[in-house]
């Protein structure tokens, strides 16, 4: 049993399996780990993997068949990355948690594996859908339903996913012979998930033309980061919602990330005596853009999250200070002051971005 996560790829090494499973958090160590080899190869060494990727790539991307010039390059270039995984590895199949474009191209690449991305719930006996072999259109994707399922898109309006539109999108509906039977002894919640036979996944999912599925969203406010821990995000702004400097709180969590951000209405009163006290200068706008402020708010909710005694992945890494409340007018809330979270998501994407960046 591994003991220690960053000897993963050694004890890979020793145990040379054949087909290796993993998360993309394992995938990403592996992905970071040949980046640093390969900087680390010195200039000659570092062009000719990069020829030979861009050549090999190409060549995937374009349907093509695998020739002698690829082969000469998993042979001479890339067979040290198959050893480095133990020599044998066949096929590579992430799962838990989507696994970054960049990665899986990546590793399709330089592995001399087929990597492929799978998707299924304990409810659905795992494997529900995986993606094709030498399939380069199904990247960032869980590629098409396996044969003994059936599979379907069921509308959700309150969050504007059609699954008769162009470009069809909804809940991850799945029926067939795998699934299980009911929660034990909860026959409230087995009602719920389960009409008609039809399993509904709680993950909002949108077909691709080649018949692969991408997951693009949970219909529930519940997801996974990359590790493929759960984060019951309304659970986190109502126990962060208590800190007295700040008035709302937005908490996002990318699931190709490995932590939490957020969105902060900073309590205008509390923020200007803080700043008093500091010997900070600026309107509550400039205040809102002052670094100190962030880190006090994030200090703030650090305290309650210690307080609570929440997981360290419940923890809010960085903030961005909003000194406008989240409103209507902007379409963030419902009249009834519920968060509209796709909405919020694509108002403050930019935002997100930055404190992804900053905060690694």
Request: glycine share 8%.
């Amino acid at each position: 049993m591994v003991q220690d996560v960053k000897l993963l790829v050694e004890d890979i090494g020793t145990l040379k399996p054949t087909i290796l499973c993993a998360v993309p958090r394992v995938l990403d160590r592996i992905f970071s780990g040949l980046q640093a080899k390969i900087s680390a190869g010195g200039f000659i060494k570092s062009t000719m993997f990069n020829l030979a990727y861009k050549f090999k790539q190409f060549r995937m991307m374009r349907g093509a068949k695998h020739n002698e010039a690829a082969a000469i390059c998993d042979k001479v270039v890339f067979s040290k990355v198959k050893e480095g995984l133990g020599g044998n590895v066949r096929v590579i199949l992430s799962g838990a948690a989507p696994l970054a474009t960049h990665v899986e191209e990546y590793l399709r690449v330089v592995t001399c594996a087929h990597v492929l991305q799978g998707y299924g719930l304990t409810e659905t006996c795992a494997g529900s859908f995986v993606s094709l072999p030498n399939q380069m259109s199904m990247i960032g994707t869980v590629g098409p339903p396996v044969p003994n399922i059936d599979a379907r898109l069921e509308s959700v309006p309150d969050m504007n996913y059609d699954a008769l539109a162009s470009t069809p999108r909804g809940e991850i509906c799945i029926k067939g012979e795998t699934l299980f039977s009911g929660y034990y002894r909860r026959e409230d919640l087995t009602e719920e998930v389960l009409v008609d036979g039809w399993f509904h996944t709680g993950d909002i999912g949108e077909w691709q033309p080649d018949g692969s599925m991408k997951i693009i969203d949970r219909k529930k406010n519940i997801f996974k980061l990359s590790q493929g821990e759960y984060v019951a995000v309304e659970n986190l702004e109502n126990i962060y919602g208590v800190v007295s400097a700040i008035d709302s709180i937005w908490v996002y969590g990318n699931s190709f990330e490995s932590f939490l951000v957020a969105v902060v209405n900073p309590n205008k009163e509390a923020l200007e005596s803080w700043a008093e006290g500091n010997g900070i200068s600026g309107d509550f706008e400039a205040l809102c853009e002052n670094p100190k402020a962030k880190e006090y708010i994030l200090g703030e909710l650090s305290k309650t999250g210690k307080e609570k005694k929440l997981k360290g992945f419940e923890f809010i890494r960085a903030v961005h200070l909003d000194p406008v409340p989240f409103d209507m007018e902007r379409d963030l809330i419902t009249p009834t002051y519920k968060r509209k979270r796709p909405q919020l998501l694509k108002y403050y994407q930019g935002a997100i971005d930055n404190m992804y960046k900053s905060a690694k």
